[in-house]
């Protein structure tokens, strides 16, 4: 359900772009966005866990994920007017972006006392443990090289409906590694959410050609 909902990120995205870069869309796109919000409602009906407060969490998301998207775009558009080389790359983006999140990470390790739990944990005395914290670190880089590379390429849309692809072997690999408790209703309707995910990468790619 999650996955579906992230798809709601796709509508604020388009319409986001619409307003702050007057960039309008055919009929193809706003009709896969609309199959997006009835599957999402669809699905929180017929979701069997439903929780206001999770699905609260969830729409916050969307909209910080969709802030997110266009405040980079605007950034680099910004860019290209005010450097010397007209351009910001995707290293510069990457160092920039990952330096503001270390004030909040401070923060938040302050918050929440995880210096008193990393003094006390036994992880750290495990190699397998700094060998996952390494991969992780590396992926985790090589995700924001290419989400900066893709994003400079192409729109804050186009980045949002991509992220809609993955959604399919995501959601079935949720349903079966977590055992989520489903219905056939809410099957249903998780599987026309993904399916509209794809109709909108068709319609945004016969937009671009």
Not at 194 to 199: R, S
Request: proline letters at 2%; hydrophobic letters at 50%.
């Amino acid at each position: 359900m999650v996955t579906v909902l992230k798809n709601v990120t796709n509508v604020i995205t388009a319409i986001g772009e619409m307003y702050l870069f007057n960039k309008h869309h055919d009929n193809r796109v706003w009709a896969a966005l609309f199959l997006m919000i009835i599957s999402a409602i669809s699905g929180g009906i017929t979701d069997l866990s439903f929780h206001a407060v999770g699905y609260t969490w969830q729409i916050i998301n969307c909209f910080l994920t969709a802030s997110y998207s266009l405040t980079l775009r605007r950034v680099m558009d910004t860019a290209k007017q005010v450097t010397k080389s007209g351009d910001l790359n995707e290293f510069s983006m990457v160092l920039l972006n990952n330096t503001l999140s270390i004030p909040l990470g401070v923060l938040l390790i302050l918050i929440f006392n995880e210096v008193d739990y990393l003094s006390k944990t036994p992880l750290l005395r495990l190699p397998i443990f700094w060998l996952v914290m390494t991969l992780s670190g590396l992926l985790g880089l090589a995700i924001s090289f290419t989400s900066m590379w893709f994003l400079h390429q192409t729109g804050a849309t186009t980045y949002s409906l991509v992220g809609s692809l993955n959604k399919i072997p995501l959601s079935v690999a949720g349903i079966l590694l977590f055992h989520v408790p489903t219905s056939l209703e809410n099957s249903a309707s998780i599987f026309f959410g993904l399916l509209a995910g794809v109709f909108f990468a068709r319609a945004k790619m016969r937009e671009r050609s």
